[in-house]
């Protein structure tokens, strides 16, 4: 156990990655107190029974006071309102960080309505799970991941340093960057990539012949990987889109290319095409493994599905 590093953490908005942080701050005693807010009082009242806050509230505005650190973990969408209704109640000195999928956007919508005296420092973990809400979330969900943080200018280096150590105490490995970077960087490896996963799974679920039962039957190919993906949070990714519009769209349409360029070389039977792009993709997930940001286990590190019951 290290010293707080923060004596009042408030996590405005109680899911997936609020709740992880809730079990890694306790887990680790980061926090000297966590307190919370989340919409429904079916999501605070299950963060009370798991021991996720020690006091919940009812109003974001309530749940900010007195905290030295506040937590916008709420879709990305949601951030603009909450950071109004918050930006009265702040203690002077707090920081405010948010977990946002997106950092320009939520820049732009929660750097304008809070007062001098406070500092913003946008995040965004770069981990998570298909699952949502409050029972979703478990301590090790940070660990050996990067935390990414794009700064504003001007922003107190002690400030920064600070949330580093909760998030590199929680077991992310943290780095900064510009937002626009962050954007697209993201719009590569994580938001076209999840706009795949859901059209192949909706292709799949045009198609009438595979929709009924060999989808579900013979799914223990790459296409479980798609729907795996495509099992994440509606809200959330409808709100990743909407706000990282322009760089998603740049991948797109590179990814279009792409695709034509593999689509003609299947159509002319050009094998030495398709054997030297896969050879360089290979060496691409190579790479991650060597990085530590996945595991060599065969089958994508999962265990098999259950067989199916007679
Ligand atoms: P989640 O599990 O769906 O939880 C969202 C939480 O926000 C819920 O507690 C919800 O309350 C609350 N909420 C929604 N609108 C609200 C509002 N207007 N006021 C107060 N609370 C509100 O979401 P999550 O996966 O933790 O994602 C949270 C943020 O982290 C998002 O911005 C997302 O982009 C980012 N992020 C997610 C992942 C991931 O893989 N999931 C990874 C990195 C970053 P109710 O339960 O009462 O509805």
Known sequence: MTAPI????????????????SHAMRAKGLAGEIVGHAKSPETRATAL?????????????????????????????????????????????????????????????VAPHLPDGTC??????????????????????FVNRWWLLTPIDGTPPAAI???????????????SMDAAHHDQVLAVVSHTPHLIAYTMVGV??????????????????????????AASDPTMWRDVFLTNKDAVLDILGRFAEELF?????????????????????RAIRRGIIEAGQDTSAPDFGRSAPPPPSS
């Open 49 to 109: 029974e798991l021991g996720l806050c020690d006091h919940v509230y009812a109003t974001a505005a309530e749940a900010v006071k007195g905290a030295d650190l506040v937590v916008l973990a709420v879709p990305v969408g949601a951030m603009a309102a909450v950071a109004a209704e918050v930006a009265p109640h702040l203690a002077p000195g707090c920081t405010v960080t948010d977990v946002g999928s997106v950092k320009q956007a939520v820049i732009e919508m």
């Open 6 to 21: 923060y004596h009042r953490v408030a996590l405005i908005g109680l899911g997936l990655i609020a709740s992880s942080m």
């Open 204 to 229: 799949a679920d045009h198609l009438a012949q595979v929709s009924n039962s060999e989808v579900i039957e013979y799914s223990a190919s790459g296409f479980r990987d798609f729907t795996r993906i």
């Open 120 to 141: 913003f420092i946008p995040g965004h973990p770069m981990a998570g799970t298909e699952y949502s809400g409050p029972r979703s979330g478990f301590a090790t969900l």
């Open 261 to 281: 360029v593999l689509q003609r070389a299947i159509r002319m039977g050009d094998g030495e095409h398709l054997f030297d792009y896969f050879t360089r993709t």
């Open 161 to 175: 340093l600070r949330l580093q150590s909760l998030l590199e105490g929680m077991g992310a490995k943290v780095n």
